[in-house]
């Protein structure tokens, strides 16, 4: 062998991408490629020199004998496929199969004997592959053995798995297409690229009934409708010309004689830039028009229902966002005039002992007044339109007043002492859980029947106005337990110190009257010195306002122990980790200063920094690094602190610079433009600086997060 020969053998057993192997007569593997190797999972050396029954398992080295045995005794070719296990999926001597499949004339009574003959190449499951395998018989100078029999069989494999699995999606795709075809509603026909008939359509010849010389000449636009042929043929003859959808409706005659609706779509297959024929669906939609037809008759019974379904809805989506009583019954009135045309309305609720009920903000004055009542409270055992509809759990209507006189058993003049002008009430009960908790009432200002509709329209309304108010007075409990929670951890008055003068306002959320997490905290050390700390601890309600009186205990104990900032805030560090849920998210600007001399330390954990106003330089905010909050491990460390004599330095949470539509960096250059234009006499006085500050910064601004704010104030000294 030459060099160029030597080196195309070597490389072909290195590098070639298939597979490649050299049998000799007695089924022994002289030479295998590295390729092959890989793709059946054995070393090199495990395959070369033995037989595939002693190097394969049983199912792959039954088809390699098969196949080798085929080749040397008929000296052709055979080509077939196996399908075996990919190498990461473990040992083939374990899990090893094989399938044959290929050409009858190639494969040989034999190889199908041992693989099975099938109509379809394999398709690899998870962890198999699929082996294109080519049996060649060995010709070479050495010419054949006695007999004719080659002296050997070389084997060329290649991977198709990919290939076999794309030839199946196909396939299947193919399968399903026609199963959707044959199994839908639809009619599909194929026209060739100028429009004309291409292909038979049984489907359709059977609901038109053509025949096929008929459907083969004039096609499906002989059985449109005479009046919509025009209209068709040139839409048609557009979209052919144009190479564009053709979509529209028309009417087809049956072989009944009948005429039925059609929609038709159908799109041009595009082929190396040209179009190559039309594919279109025709669907019956005579069913869907007589369902119009239906419909526009019943239009105006359901747009009445529909119209009182959205107003539900929509009552229901404001009723979530009431967070109070008062916001439910606003919500209430305005529905039951929109919804009913409800003249006036109100809600009352039942008392702890439901002997009475208590009307909220109806909404006029005198809003219960059918009985000749001006008192907000109402004895359940009255004869009330609310009373009768808490104790009989019912809705109760009257449609006018003759009605309601009945039904009360009161005289006219009684009846009417007040508001002659209502004609017509409805009473609902509020029931949580079965149990009454207070009524809803609707009254007009002339007769007014309550259709089944909308009696069942209300005793929903009343439903969701239950919840809503059950909601809102849970709400309320809480909201009263966390401001008080809150108020009472807060500082009940300031030090007052000769030389430096202190003002602070809390201003909780005015959206969801949710009490904050916000909070702040003055007082004196032992040597004098002042601690001063505001924080913020992330939530709202009791949990917020608990978790703010924690912070703020540990800080003072922390503080009376060794009160340096940077010593504070690594302490309560080291309570976050072992007490507090990773989730929590609290921020502290903590400052010791001498009252005597203006001077201190401050060390931040996340809060936002402090607002510098001095009368002699344009106010700013500090630009010492914030720290990460609290919990965060991080090195603490603090900086030198001091207000100047006619200095001032307020400390303030978030709330009061970030909202909905003001970002942080945006608030913080607010607040130093107004505190520029803070007059002299505003800047002088923390009580007017603090409510200054506080008016400017939420002017235009909805309130969404409480807002604390602390001044320092070092006043000039007295000549």
Request: proline share 7%; charged share 25%.
């Amino acid at each position: 062998m030459d060099a160029s020969d030597a080196a195309l053998y070597a490389t072909l057993l290195k590098e070639a991408p298939g597979g490649l192997a050299f049998f000799d007569a007695e089924l022994r593997c002289r030479r295998a490629s590295d390729g092959l190797a890989a793709l059946l999972g054995r070393p090199v050396r495990d395959l070369q020199q033995r037989r595939p029954a002693e190097c394969l398992p049983e199912p792959l080295a039954a088809a390699f004998e098969t196949a080798l045995r085929t080749v040397l005794a008929e000296g052709r070719p055979l080509d077939d496929e196996l399908v075996v296990p990919a190498p990461d999926t473990g040992h083939a001597e374990h899990t090893g199969h094989a399938e044959h499949t290929g050409h009858a004339e190639h494969a040989g009574p034999a190889a199908e004997a041992a693989a099975g003959a099938v109509d379809a190449p394999p398709a690899a499951a998870v962890g198999e592959r699929v082996l294109a395998c080519a049996w060649l018989p060995a010709r070479g100078p050495g010419g054949e053995r006695p007999g004719g029999e080659p002296p050997g069989v070389v084997l060329a494999v290649l991977d198709v798995t990919e290939r076999r699995r794309a030839e199946e999606i196909v396939r299947r795709k193919e399968q399903r297409y026609r199963s959707l075809v044959e199994a839908g509603e639809q009619v599909v026909w194929v026209a060739a690229a100028d429009g004309r008939v291409l292909d038979d359509a049984p489907e359709w010849r059977a609901i038109t009934g053509q025949a096929p010389d008929e459907y083969a000449e004039g096609g499906w636009l002989s059985v449109v409708h005479p009046e919509d042929r025009p209209r068709i043929e040139t839409i048609w003859g557009g979209a052919v010309e144009e190479n564009r959808v053709f979509e529209t409706n028309y009417r087809i005659r049956t072989k009944s004689g009948a005429y039925r609706h059609f929609d038709v779509r159908a799109v041009p297959i595009w082929e190396g830039g040209a179009v190559i024929e039309w594919v279109g669906a025709n669907t019956d939609v005579t069913g869907q028009r007589e369902a119009e037809e239906m419909r526009g008759r019943l239009t105006e019974q359901l747009s009445a229902a529909a119209l009182r379904t959205a107003r539900l809805q929509q009552a229901t989506s404001m009723l979530a966002e009431a967070l109070t009583v008062s916001q439910v019954v606003q919500v209430i009135t305005e529905v039951g005039r929109s919804a009913i045309g409800a003249d006036y309305s109100a809600v009352a609720l039942l008392d702890d002992d439901k002997l009475r009920l208590s009307i909220v903000t109806p909404s006029q004055p005198g809003g219960e007044d059918d009985a000749g009542h001006d008192a907000a409270e109402i004895k359940v055992s009255d004869q009330t339109v609310m009373s009768i509809a808490v104790r009989e759990g019912r809705p109760f209507l009257a449609e006018h007043p003759d009605s309601l006189r009945l039904q009360l058993g009161r005289d006219e003049k009684g009846l009417f002492a007040r508001h002659t002008e209502e004609r017509a009430w409805v009473g609902l009960p509020l029931l949580a859980a079965g149990a009454p908790i207070g009524a809803l009432r609707f009254s007009f200002t002339r007769p007014r029947e309550i259709t089944e509709e909308e009696r069942v329209f209300l005793e929903a309304l009343a439903g969701q106005c239950a919840l809503a108010v059950e909601r809102a007075l849970l709400f309320e409990r809480e909201h009263k337990t966390a401001e008080e929670l809150q108020r009472s951890l807060l500082p009940s008055d300031l030090p007052q110190l000769p030389g430096m003068v202190l003002a602070a306002r809390y201003n909780p959320a005015t959206r969801h009257v949710q009490v904050g997490g916000d909070w702040y905290d003055v007082f004196r050390l032992p040597d004098d010195r002042l601690a001063v700390a505001v924080g913020d601890v992330m939530g709202k309600g009791v949990l917020a306002a608990a978790g703010m009186g924690r912070v703020r205990n540990a800080l003072r104990a922390l503080a009376l122990n060794d009160p340096r900032p940077a010593a504070v805030l690594a302490g309560l560090d080291r309570l976050f980790s072992a007490t507090e849920d990773e989730e929590q998210f609290t921020t502290v600007a903590y400052v010791v200063i001498d009252p005597e001399t203006g001077r201190g330390a401050f060390s931040n954990a996340g809060h936002p920094p402090p607002l510098l106003i001095s009368p002699d330089a344009p106010a700013k905010v500090s630009e010492d690094e914030a720290g990460t909050p609290l919990g965060w491990p991080s090195p603490r460390e603090q900086t030198s602190f001091s207000i100047e004599t006619g200095n001032t330095v307020v400390f303030y949470s978030d709330g009061l610079v970030e909202n909905r539509r003001r970002g942080v960096h945006a608030g913080l250059e607010e607040l130093v433009a107004v505190a520029e234009d803070a007059p002299p006499e505003v800047v002088g006085d923390p009580e007017r600086l603090v409510d200054f500050l506080v008016d400017r910064m939420l002017a235009g601004y909805e309130q969404v997060d409480d807002v604390t704010v602390l001044a320092l104030h070092v006043p000039p000294k007295p000549a």
